[in-house]
């Protein structure tokens, strides 16, 4: 049988599809693909051939390819003639999922601007800190989160639901914008979590964001022909793709793979606003024929055990991941029992703000035969485990992640040092994630911040939260250290009971004995009733359960 080896080499060799060749990037030689994008205007404008096809849904609102241009068109040349929008000055959007959301990332972007994304969660102060830190000439905002602005916000600011959407119904035709972009052009700030001090603008350019979108048509090409060598059932006529997004827009997930993929491929992305309800995700997939869906952190497991879930029809679903968190081997035997066919339609990858586009991936059968890994590394990425000292260590041996392609962040907005911490020599991005390869899967233990050094064992928490996850009494689990006067540290597990159970810690105790190690079974055990606090990434917040900090964040 054809392994996934020899396709990747197909189509990734001389005259394949995706021929990948050596070349000079900011200042090393890297494996690039060959045929490839120079700008996401570029991008922008090879979307004409969908025309009428619905690019974007938005309650009752349904906006075609063809609408879609001529709105970008009309706002950049608003941008550019009434707020001086030039090259490499940045323009500050923030808001929920609306379509002007995505109608001015695309306006800026071709104009040779940059967006800084602006988490919609953040409070006044943190807002105002993203705005002076990114220097923005504009703030794009909705009405919610402007709210929060008290007083003068430094900038001139255009509403969403007020003036932008005036703007944009003017019947004025305009051309998309023609100056000269370049590959290394930065196009995106994206602003880390802040789980740990202020946030920082990691600089994406539009060969990252580019990068990200082919390295994702590789992978679904490769698992195409793969799943047809297998012999598995192929589908004729196949549904159009319809995805729903619930990531936010200014994080990776909602911007590059809801707004930069689905147009890159001619999909239709169906977009909601407002707090989280698992049951209108459950009403959108049914109603819009949805075929993929990736829920972050908590979205996932809210949905796939919502006491209603039998009661829409999700046999469109062709697709589903996570992302945000490790899932567990628990959550995804959850998903292939929802998904209509099984384990071919999970996916999973590991990517960051940082690296921009998806370091590894894994998806199918590879997935059920190893649940705990993120996959093999994609084509034009590199991956090595490195000791303390900065050493490359072999298979099986767990240490720092580190992760280099022509796609990497360009570095932190006005940060040098914080720059030259995270970039090291040959522009290799220390993750800050600890893990280790095996047969050239990687698989993630935790973050290097998150372990626990108890005498001198360490514990990754993660493992045992996957542990405790399995439990049928239990929603969710957070893992952290407390202190110990001879140990250094214990392990503390946090836990949510499922919906209507009652939790037995002695039991939970006995079940973690049976698979981890004396050490690694909690020693202190705490009931929660609401879910655990979370950031717009879907990753827990840790330092919020462990007292050391307030969630600030404001989801509405």
């Known amino acids: 049988m054809t392994s996934l080896e020899e396709i990747e080499a ?20 890297l494996r690039v693909f060959k045929q490839r994008k120079r700008s996401l205007r570029e991008l922008l404008a090879e979307s004409s051939v969908h025309t009428d096809k619905t690019y974007i849904v938005h309650g009752e609102r349904r906006i ?80 919610k989160r402007l709210a929060r602005l008290r007083g003068d916000p430094g900038l001139p600011v255009l509403e969403i ?15 998309l914008p023609s100056q000269p972009i370049a590959e290394d052009d930065p196009a995106v700030i994206l602003f880390t979590s802040g789980t740990t001090g202020r946030p920082k603008g990691a600089i994406n350019s539009h060969r990252g964001i580019l990068g990200f979108v082919q390295t994702q048509m590789l992978s679904g090409a490769r698992n195409a022909i793969w799943r047809a060598a297998r012999g598995e059932p192929r589908v004729e006529k196949p ?19 809801g707004c930069v993929m689905m147009l890159a491929v001619g999909a239709t992305a169906v977009w909601r606003t407002g707090r989280f309800e698992p049951e209108d995700v459950l009403r959108l997939i049914e109603q819009e024929r949805v075929t993929s869906w990736a829920g972050l952190g908590s979205m996932a497991p809210r949905v ?23 899932t567990s081997p628990a959550l995804q035997r959850r998903m292939t029992e929802v998904a209509p066919n099984g384990f071919g339609a999970l996916g999973l990858g590991y990517g960051l703000s940082e690296s921009v586009s998806v370091p590894t991936q894994i998806s199918g059968f590879e997935l059920r035969e190893r649940p705990t890994s993120v996959g093999r590394v994609q084509p034009t990425h590199e ?86 996850e399995a439990h049928a009494s239990v929603e969710e689990a957070a893992v952290v250290g407390v202190d110990h006067p001879e140990l250094g540290q214990e392990v503390k597990a946090i836990v949510v009971p499922a919906r209507g159970a009652e939790l037995d810690f002695e039991a939970l105790a006995a079940w973690c004995r049976q698979t981890l190690a004396p050490y690694k079974v909690p020693a202190h055990w705490e009931l929660r009733r609401e879910p655990l606090p979370r950031n717009a990434a879907g990753k827990i917040l840790k330092n919020v359960l462990t007292g050391e900090s307030e969630n600030r964040f404001v989801e509405d």
């Open 10 to 29: 197909r189509l990734t060799g001389p005259g394949g599809p995706f021929e990948i060749a050596s070349e000079p990037v900011l200042g090393q030689t």
């Open 64 to 143: 075609s390819y063809r609408e879609h241009l001529r709105l970008v068109a009309r706002l950049a040349e608003v941008l550019r003639e009434r707020y001086g929008l030039r090259p490499g000055e940045r323009f500050a959007i923030l808001g929920e999922n609306h379509p002007e959301w995505i109608v001015a990332f695309w306006a800026t972007v071709c104009s040779g601007g940059v967006v800084a994304a602006l988490n919609g969660w953040w409070t006044e102060e943190e807002i105002r800190y993203g705005i002076e830190l990114s220097g923005a000439r504009l703030l794009i905002g909705d009405r």
């Open 161 to 175: 639901e007020g003036e932008c959407r005036a703007l944009l119904a003017a019947p004025r035709e305009a051309a």
């Open 239 to 257: 549904p159009p793709p319809v995805s729903l997004q619930t990531a936010p827009l200014f994080h990776l997930s909602g911007l590059y793979s």
């Open 304 to 326: 796939l055990q919502h006491p209603k879930l039998g009661h829409y029809d999700l046999s469109s679903l062709r697709s589903l991941g996570s992302g945000g968190a490790p």
């Open 383 to 468: 991956v090595e485990i490195r000791d303390p000292e900065g050493r490359a260590l072999p298979e099986g041996v767990e240490g720092e992640i580190f992760v280099r392609s022509p796609y990497l962040m360009l570095g932190y907005w006005r940060d040098p040092e914080a720059s030259a911490r995270a970039l090291r020599p040959g522009r290799w991005l220390a993750t800050g994630d600890i893990g280790r390869f095996e047969q050239g899967y990687l698989y993630i233990n935790s973050r290097a911040r998150d372990m626990i050094l108890r005498g001198a064992e360490n514990v990754y928490p993660v493992e045992i939260e996957h542990r405790i």
